[in-house]
């Protein structure tokens, strides 16, 4: 029986890597996003709080609009880094939820309370959802391609 690819190898390492790999995809394109958002649409630059208060999740208001959307913008690219750092259909769900899990963790030292707003809340279990699905399906078209076996002319190793 042939090994398989990463089939039941633990490497803690890569996976910490990961994990570090993923909060920066995060962080970088959510930050990246809110940065744009308030130059086109308001006056006040982004601040921190943006990034991890919750009570700035919150739809009365241009700029926690403007947070709003960029949450659920960010799962795009956070799918894009699953499936370029992950490259795991299998994996993709416990990498969004450990992100997620992280991010909770980041906002409550920040705002030293736990996040109490329903529509963060709702914000972030839509980016888990958005992010895993896309995640996988990315994964999953690379992982469902069919691969050269030889058979083109000038190959090497031909059998």
Known sequence: M?????????DPILIVSQIICMQCVFYVSTGLLLVLCALLFLDAGPHLGWLFDDREVRLGKPSGQC??????????????????????????????????????????????HFPQTVLWWMTNLISVVVTTVMGEYLCMRTELKSIPLGGSPGAAGNC
């Open 2 to 10: 042939a090994p398989k690819f990463r089939s039941n190898v633990w």
């Open 67 to 112: 947070v709003f959307v960029v949450y659920l913008l960010a799962p795009v690219f956070c799918s894009m880094g699953l499936w370029r750092l992950v490259r795991r259909t299998k994996q993709c769900l416990d990498f969004t939820c450990t992100l997620h899990f992280w991010h909770l963790i980041f906002c409550t030292i920040y705002t030293q």
